[in-house]
């Protein structure tokens, strides 16, 4: 596509999102057919012009570990929440605010007695939440805080209005079948009450090499994380070139009825668009072949200089349209440029699978 074409078709498409023609089936396939119990979101990131306030919302030992190592130059971070059962986790993790659930006196409980006491403590958990414009809220699953605690944290953040992108760490294979059930459980009850929510499972990062250390594989979860939220902050937010919105997201997710997988990649030189997207495509926590099947997409793309930003938009939306299998997909471009980006080009994809 040229660029006439391309400014065209942006000024034709609703705001400043940008889809394929595949997005014209809109009305018959619409984001109506697929009801989300999620109140709807007006938001874009610019709240009255001031930079939003984004929240990283960590919930559970391992979530407030992450957060705790979490780097501190991420965009439009403004305030990190911890929430645990134990005062020497929140203490560790150094957050803005914390919020400790349940009492000392009380014996180690399961997820369910959690969840009511999560209940009891919701007042301070709207203390801590109120005044975000979005949240991020990072969960570990298959133990008792994260499980038990994190979909009560959805759900103030939802009587808040406060959207939120859900990422729910899930155990290793190693852990036993019973802590990946209650994983699974956790991560239900969260995926039905957020605005997205994406499954980054521990055990998807091992690798075949023996000598590998324990905190390589979850460094490498984290990254993935890091990445996912500085894309997505970018593309929603001033830096974006074509800006695309909250509810172009939601647009996606209710496509999957919440649930996305994620996968991102990078790449240098004269190929590097066509490198990005199939690294994007082949991420561990995508493939091809399951990106084919997908209903929709969010691509993020970053681009270290905008030089070309038009005609590679419009390569990647050709290459995207035809990893995607379905005609009827809804697929939704945002893109920044970041100076600052290691390689010439940065593809995140989240797809609705
Ligand atoms: N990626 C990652 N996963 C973790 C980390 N710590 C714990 N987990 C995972 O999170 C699951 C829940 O554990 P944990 O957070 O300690 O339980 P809780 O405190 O009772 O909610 C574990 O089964 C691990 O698979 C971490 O630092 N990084
Ligand atoms: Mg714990």
Redesign the pocket.
């Known amino acids: 596509m040229n660029r006439r074409e391309f400014l065209k078709r942006l000024a034709l498409s609703a705001g400043a999102s940008v889809a394929l023609p595949a997005a014209a089936v809109w009305d018959k396939f619409g984001v109506e057919a697929f009801p989300l119990k999620a109140p709807s979101y007006a938001g874009h990131l610019m709240v009255n012009g001031s930079a939003p306030a984004i929240g990283m919302v960590a919930v ?4 407030c ?2 957060l705790r190592n979490w780097p501190g130059n991420s965009p439009a971070l403004q305030r990190r929440v911890a929430i ?2 134990s005062p020497f ?1 929140l203490h560790r993790t150094q957050a803005d605010r914390s919020v400790r659930v349940g009492q000392a006196a009380e014996k180690i409980s399961d997820p369910k007695t959690l969840r009511l006491q999560a209940r009891a403590a919701q007042a301070e958990i709207r203390d801590a939440l109120a005044g975000l414009d979005l949240i991020w809220l990072l969960s ?8 038990g605690i994190a979909p009560i944290v959805a759900e103030v953040a939802r009587a808040l209005a406060i959207p939120v992108i859900a990422v729910s ?4 294979a190693f ?1 036993g079948e019973r ?1 990946s059930q209650v ?1 699974r459980a956790g991560l239900n009850a969260i995926t039905r009450r957020v605005m997205a929510s994406i499954e ?1 499972p ?1 055990e998807a990062y091992v690798t075949d090499d023996d000598d590998e250390t324990l905190e390589t594989v ?1 460094g490498r ?2 990254s993935d994380l890091e990445q996912l939220y500085r894309a997505t902050t970018l593309v929603l937010g001033p830096q974006g070139l074509i800006g695309v919105d909250l509810a172009d997201v939601r647009a996606v997710t209710a496509r999957a009825q919440g649930a996305l997988a994620v996968g991102h990649g990078a790449a240098s030189g004269p190929e590097a668009l066509r490198a990005a997207c199939s690294a994007a495509a082949n991420h561990r926590l995508l493939g091809e072949d399951r990106l084919l099947q997908a209903k929709g997409a969010f691509v993020a793309v970053e681009l270290k200089s905008d030089r070309g930003a038009m005609s590679s938009v419009g390569q990647l939306m050709q290459a995207m349209g035809l990893a995607v299998n379905d005609p009827a997909a809804l697929l939704i471009y945002g893109l920044a440029v970041e100076p600052d980006l290691p390689s010439d080009v940065r593809i995140s994809i989240m797809a609705a699978l």
């Not at 559970?60 to 979530?63: F, V, W």
């Not at 760490?169 to 290793?172: A, G, I, L, Y």
């Open positions: 559970g030992s391992g979530a570990g992450m645990d059962t986790v570990s699953q298959g133990g008792n805080a994260g499980t760490v899930t155990p290793f852990e802590r994983a980054l521990n979850l979860v984290t």
